[in-house]
């Protein structure tokens, strides 16, 4: 019946992990924020306790129910724009979750009305990518993205955490990268080593952080997505089937156009973007140096 729900609305897979404590991999997040290569993302070292144990998220939990929605473009930009990550061709995917999820839990919730029930998408203290491969979606690849054998990592992922215990699926429990470095060679400022994001190194965390920081971004000016386009599996993945999704301007968009964008275009046009969260001032910084205008 889960299942059936999900599928419902509107996710593209789904997967059952029990909820058990992550203490091994609470232990390598620990290590990773100890080594500082969080850069300045200071919410990841908060909740890490909520992250190890989800049974702190909802009193009772007892499974954990992934899903995923995936975004791989059937359009991208035209070559001369300025690079956008695929992510946010997209209305916010916060916002088309979260109607998800509402919908989800009301459908779960009116067959079975004594259930507990709380959705989560990306900026929760949860361990999505782990639940993922607990729950046999795919595994976490050297780009440390999660790698579904169906979809690639062009995927965007939801947890609905329940009181309730279910018939679970078999776990990934390995890697199947195998021999591959192609994302990691493929990273324009070696923020990769197998397995491990250096965030001081990603141009995806620079053009997105607000303010000035004097790193060479190119040619992306909306986050980065090297490391996915490079991997095999990504490019044997099928286009995501959502209509009305995407935003019209970002795949017509030539580089004049982005170039002649002004900040009450920018606000009409990406009102519903993740655009909007980085702001008109740093996507024209980003722009400038994308042109090879900046000073
Ligand atoms: S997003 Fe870009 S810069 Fe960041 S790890 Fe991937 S390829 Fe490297
Ligand atoms: S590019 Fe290769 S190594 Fe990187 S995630 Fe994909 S399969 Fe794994």
Known sequence: ????????????????????????????????????????????????????????????????????????????????????ACYAYVRNYHHVIHQKLKRLCTSITAAQPDIRLRGFADSAPVLEKVWAMRAGLGWIGKNCL??????????????????????????????????CRRCLDACPGGALEAYRLDANRCISYHNKRKGENGVDVRPYCFGCDYCQLSCPWNIAAPPHRHTGWT???????????????????????????????????KLQSNLKICSGKSS
Request: glycine share 6%; with cysteine.
């Open 1 to 84: 019946m889960i299942k059936k729900a999900v599928a419902d609305a509107g996710f593209d897979a789904c997967g059952i992990a029990p909820v058990v404590t992550l203490t091994e991999e609470a232990a390598r997040l620990r290590q990773w924020l100890a080594d500082g290569r969080h850069a300045g993302m200071a919410y990841m070292e908060r909740n890490t306790d909520k992250r190890e144990n989800p049974a702190l998220l909802l009193d009772g939990a007892r499974s954990v129910i992934v899903m995923l929605l995936n975004y791989k473009p059937p359009v991208t930009q035209p070559p001369d724009a300025p690079k956008i």
């Open 146 to 179: 999660l790698v579904s054998p169906r979809f690639g990592s062009f995927t965007f992922i939801a947890e609905l955490l329940t009181s309730a215990e279910l018939e679970y699926d078999a776990p990934t429990t390995a890697s199947r990268c195998g021999n």
């Open 247 to 281: 935003i019209p301007e970002i795949v017509r968009f030539t580089a004049a156009d982005w170039q002649a964008l002004d900040e009450a275009t920018f606000n009409r046009i990406f009102a519903q973007s993740v655009l909007q969260e980085t702001g008109f001032i």
